[in-house]
């Protein structure tokens, strides 16, 4: 079975902090990972994937297999990264890789 | 482009109604997912359409949910004989052919509120 686990409901950090939403999965395959951000009032967007490894907005990930985790990083939290995020599984090819399984995601509040 | 559209944004139904929601996918687009998400938890995967063919259901209720992709108009999740437990907000992402979840774009959800 997929799993996502995001520990941290909440996470309030003070701009120019460094921040890190934390992200741990389970699957037996090789898996695809994601991380979507939803602001308010907005619907969900992807914010990067794994095997990208870019940096989107700031914010990188690194998957480490050893550890099972894809946690989200940014050295130097704006306001305006405040928002939901959710880190998303799915299978790496065939199969179902089109099935997202979401953790339950995190609210990032950037205090000014 | 104006993205994956879903309508109603609010619908809120009696115990024992039925709930339509419907979905417009991206144009280009002729692959839609459903997903739910109730309170405090994930977004969870619901069904998987084609235009006029369930590819992956595994993930609806065996019992009063039903969805369709029809050759025209959009995508629709019915919910018949709704109870309390079926609030939540539905979301529907598309995406194009092959492309999986790697190109999926999300609508911005219909909170359904069973009262």
């Known amino acids: 079975a997929q799993r996502v686990t995001q520990p941290e409901k909440l996470l309030s950090v003070f701009k120019g902090a460094p921040v890190e939403l934390k992200c741990n999965y389970s699957?037996?395959?090789?898996?695809?990972l994601f991380w979507y951000v939803q602001y308010s009032r907005q619907r969900l967007q992807l914010l990067l994937r794994?095997?990208s490894r870019e940096s989107i907005k700031g914010f990188t990930a690194d998957l480490n297999k050893g550890e099972t985790s894809f946690h989200l990083k940014k050295p130097f939290a704006q306001e305006e990264d405040s928002a939901m995020y959710y880190c998303?599984?799915?299978?790496?090819?065939?199969?179902?890789?089109?099935?997202?399984?979401f953790g339950k995601g995190t609210l990032l509040t950037v205090n000014p | 482009n104006a993205g994956v559209m879903q309508n109603p944004r609010h619908l809120v139904r009696r115990r024992g109604q039925e709930a339509r929601l419907r979905c417009s996918p991206m144009?280009?687009?002729?692959?839609v997912y459903w997903y739910r998400q109730l309170p405090e938890e994930g977004l969870k995967f619901m069904v998987y359409?084609?235009?006029?063919?369930?590819?992956?259901e595994s993930g609806m209720p065996k019992e009063r949910f039903s969805a369709e992709f029809p050759k025209e108009g959009p995508s629709i999740l019915r919910i018949q004989q709704v109870v309390r437990g079926d609030s939540a907000a539905y979301f529907c992402?598309?995406?194009?052919?092959?492309?999986?979840?790697?190109?999926?774009?999300f609508g911005q959800g219909t909170r359904l509120t069973v009262v």
């Open positions: 998303a599984l799915s299978g790496w090819r065939g199969g179902s890789n089109y099935k997202l399984t």
């Open positions: 699957y037996s395959g090789s898996p695809e």
């Open positions: 992402a598309s995406s194009p052919p092959g492309a999986g979840t790697k190109k999926a774009f």
């Open positions: 794994h095997i």
């Open positions: 144009k280009g687009h002729s692959h």
């Open positions: 359409l084609q235009k006029e063919n369930i590819i992956d």
